[in-house]
């Protein structure tokens, strides 16, 4: 079994910042991409954050130059830096993790609970 756990969330006021943090457990081979996605009530949920694990990154345009993608391989971690809050990064923040469970096996993608992220003006 493969759990996927993110944390960090909670209230913050615009300008602010925090950190979330997405941790795979379980049994895993191999963690491949990891990402950052968001869902307002009523809207889709939008991809935020990728990072592979070689380390290179892609944000949407809404949170470029506000928001850092990070992981540590080791730990199986991915974090979401997030500065200069807007009270429209108000959201559930989600993690997705591609994972490998065993060598020579199929890549499943892995979604956390979310964790919500609430931006006061």
């Known amino acids: 079994q493969v759990q996927v756990v993110e944390s960090g969330g909670g209230l913050v006021q615009a300008g602010g910042s925090l950190t979330l943090s997405c941790v795979a457990s379980g049994r895993i081979f191999k963690v491949n991409g990891m990402a950052w996605y968001r869902q307002s009530p009523g809207k889709q949920r939008d991809l935020v954050a990728t990072i592979t694990s070689g380390g290179n990154t892609n944000y949407a345009d809404s949170v470029k130059g506000r928001f850092t993608i990070s992981r540590d391989n080791a730990k199986n971690t991915a974090y979401l830096q997030m500065n200069s809050l807007k009270p429209e990064d108000t959201a559930v923040y989600y993690c997705?993790?591609?994972?490998?469970?065993?060598?020579?096996?199929?890549?499943?993608?892995?979604w956390g609970q979310g964790t919500q992220v609430t931006v006061s003006s």
């Open positions: 997705n993790a591609q994972i490998l469970s065993a060598r020579f096996t199929s890549e499943y993608d892995y």
